[in-house]
């Protein structure tokens, strides 16, 4: 499949659902396509093939029926088992389409049920930042998504308050996004963007500044005395 299939099918999903008056949001690879316009050229253009969606677990049932009629296939046997929290399609055995339900559940989990009446047809920047950030083992092209995201949006204020107040609540949830926001560093020394690099790397401390500055809950600082003697994050799920 083409990247402009999926890009245009994730755009179809979201546009019918909203006329049925479904509240689902984009993540993901293609939700930073939209958000962004970095995304959408080189270096940091790819393509897309699967398509996350953040959906309420209150509309569930109406959500499959609504996939179904767009000639998706669900996964009847893990949808049984997790339509608690998640639900995934399939459609022409080439394109997936996976649901969130009222939280993000990867490597760390938050709620979002709050977050879907804030930004249409994607998440908040904050929400689609702190989705790549939270990887523990992120690829090369988590790593490119969270630099356009950088480079096209300065993170400061609300945005970057959202992320220190979460991270001031998990220790491991920090320490992750931490971990992250020096490996892109790291990255970039070797990344051609010319100029924009110093853009992307005040970028980087000023977000860094603020998540250690927020002042931390008493778990986060019983936690943090454990430190990584204990894992502090979960292995996301494989189908």
């Known amino acids: 499949m083409e990247k402009m299939d999926a890009v245009m099918e994730a755009d179809k999903l979201i546009e019918e659902a909203n006329k049925r008056a479904l509240k689902i949001r984009l993540i993901g690879g293609i939700a930073i396509w939209f958000a962004t316009e970095s995304a959408k050229k080189e270096p940091f253009k790819r393509n897309y093939k699967d398509i996350d969606l953040v959906g309420l677990k209150s509309q569930s049932g109406k ?42 559940e990867m490597c760390h989990k938050w709620d979002l049920r709050n977050r879907l009446d804030l930004s249409y047809p994607t998440l908040p920047i904050s929400d689609l930042l702190l989705s790549k950030l939270q990887i523990v083992k992120s690829s090369e092209r ?17 945005e970057a308050n959202y992320i220190a107040e979460l991270c001031s ?38 977000l860094s500044k603020t998540i250690e500055d927020y002042p931390k809950s008493f778990s986060w600082k019983l936690r943090s005395k454990i430190g990584e003697k204990v894992k502090w994050y979960y292995e996301p799920e494989e189908v």
């Open 142 to 158: 988590d790593v490119l998504d969270s630099i356009a995201l950088l480079l096209d949006y300065e993170f400061k204020g609300s």
């Open 169 to 206: 609540k998990q220790w491991g949830l920090y320490k992750t996004v931490k971990d992250s926001l020096d490996k892109i560093k790291n990255y970039l020394i070797n990344f051609n963007i010319g100029a924009n690099i110093k853009i992307v790397l005040e970028r980087i401390d000023s």
């Open 63 to 104: 959500i499959d029926k609504f996939m179904k009629d767009m000639g998706y296939i669900p996964n009847e046997r893990y949808n049984v088992l997790h339509s608690y929290r998640s639900m995934y399609f399939n459609k022409e055995s080439c394109r997936r389409v996976d649901y969130f339900y009222d939280f993000f």
